[in-house]
Structure formats: C-alpha cells, structure tokens
C-alpha cells in the first residue's frame, strides 16, 4: 500500500539536543512538507521541497534544518537553537504543481517533547 | 501565515443533525481543500474545489464556494459519532506558490 511513514510516533529531547524526525513516502510525489501544529492550533509550514536537492523555508524554519537528497526522504532535524520545540510534527506529500491542485497525503505525525 | 479563518471554533450536535463550517479567506485562490483530522492525528483529504466551481458533494459532504465573498463551507449531512474531529480549510494561493495555507480548525464533537 502506498503512503506516508513518520517515525518514531513519541520522541523526547533533552534540552541542547538536535534530534531527526523521520519522512519516508513511496507515492511518488515530487513534493514533500514539514508543518507543526501547536495544541489547539492549525499547521504552520516549517520547511517544503518540490524537487529532489531543492528545498525552500517556509513560515516557521527557524531552529530547524531538512534536507532532500532521496524523492522518498524528507527528514526533519530539529536543532538546538528551537527554543521552544515541544509540539506535533506532521510530514505531507503531493504530487508537485505551482497550483497546488493536488490534495496534501499526510502521516500520522511525530510528537515532541523536551524533557 | 495563516489565511483560513474557521467558524465557528467549536461545535457539538447530536448524531444525526447536519454540521456546517465556514471557512473565510483574504487572497485570490486556485483551489480550496478541506481535510479532516482525528485527534491526534494525521489529516485527511476530504475535498477539493476549485476557484471555478460553486459547489461540489461527496458522500455526506456538501461543499460550496463563494469567491466574491471568499468563503466557503462544508456541510457534513446526517452525522454520525465517528464524524468528530477537527476540520481544516486550506487554500492555494494564485501565487502558485505550491503551497497550501492551513486555517485554524474546527472542532466538531458529535453526540451519540
């Protein structure tokens, strides 16, 4: 079956930590999202990529770092410099157009903690 | 930055009552979506509708969109105890930036 696989489900970090989530899909989309949604909230943008070796920032990237080098692959580090980390990660993929006239495939997201 | 503006916040019905939800926007559009996400949860597509469309169904889903006002709503007909979740808008901008714009969601509760 085709999807979209955010590991691991729970990960904690302690302060000074750099920690990686995981985004792995086998749709083949072109395009891949990182947001994050606070409690109560809606999705904030942190990073997308259209295009493999391509990535851009998007509302929220500071404290944070991707990189692209696999279509399948988009992970997520969250660094250090994130002061306030704690929060639900949700990766997306969609086949990319300018027109974004494809709907989004999401995983079951990544919750962080600091401890 | 947030575009969709969901109303209300919160709603609670009872299993079978209809549910709607407003979704207003400031920027022209391409396109508006509609996704559901249970708690906890990933989100999931329930439907597109695109800047040259005024209403558009899907099962129990009945969509609508107003340009001119830049609103849309989605009513969810007959519901049922496994319709709660929170519900998010999310437009395409005409930028064609590729990106999709979340609002902030509202959260459906349905009484069995």
């Known amino acids: 079956d085709g999807g979209i696989t955010q590991s691991p489900k729970y990960l904690f970090r302690k302060e000074g930590q750099n920690v990686t989530l995981s985004c792995e899909q086998n749709?083949?989309?072109?395009?891949m999202y990182w947001y994050r949604q606070d409690p109560g909230q809606g999705l904030r943008l942190i990073y997308y990529?259209?295009?493999?070796?391509?990535?851009q920032k998007g509302d929220i990237a500071e404290g944070y770092s991707v990189s692209r080098e696999k279509k399948e692959s988009f992970p997520l580090t969250v660094t250090s410099a994130q002061k306030n980390p704690t929060a639900f990660y949700l990766c997306?993929?969609?086949?990319?157009?300018?027109?974004?006239?494809?709907?989004?495939?999401f995983g079951s997201g990544t919750r962080l903690t600091v401890v | 930055s947030q575009q969709g503006e969901e109303d209300p916040q919160a709603l609670s019905i009872q299993e079978g009552e209809n549910a709607t939800m407003n979704c207003s926007y400031k920027t022209s559009i391409n396109n508006l979506q509609w996704y559901r996400q249970n708690s906890g949860r990933g989100l999931v597509h329930l439907i597109l509708i695109r800047s040259n469309e005024r209403e558009k169904h899907s099962g129990r889903l009945r969509v609508t969109l107003d340009t001119s006002k830049k609103s849309s709503s989605l009513l969810i007909t007959a519901s049922r105890a496994a319709d709660t979740a929170s519900y998010f808008c999310?437009?395409?901008?005409?930028?064609?930036?590729?990106?999709?714009?979340f609002g902030q969601g509202t959260t459906l509760q349905v009484k069995p």
């Open positions: 749709l083949n989309h072109d395009a």
């Open positions: 990529s259209q295009i493999v070796n391509d990535f």
């Open positions: 999310a437009t395409a901008p005409s930028s064609n930036t590729g990106k999709l714009i």
């Open positions: 997306a993929s969609s086949y990319s157009t300018g027109s974004a006239n494809y709907g989004y495939t």
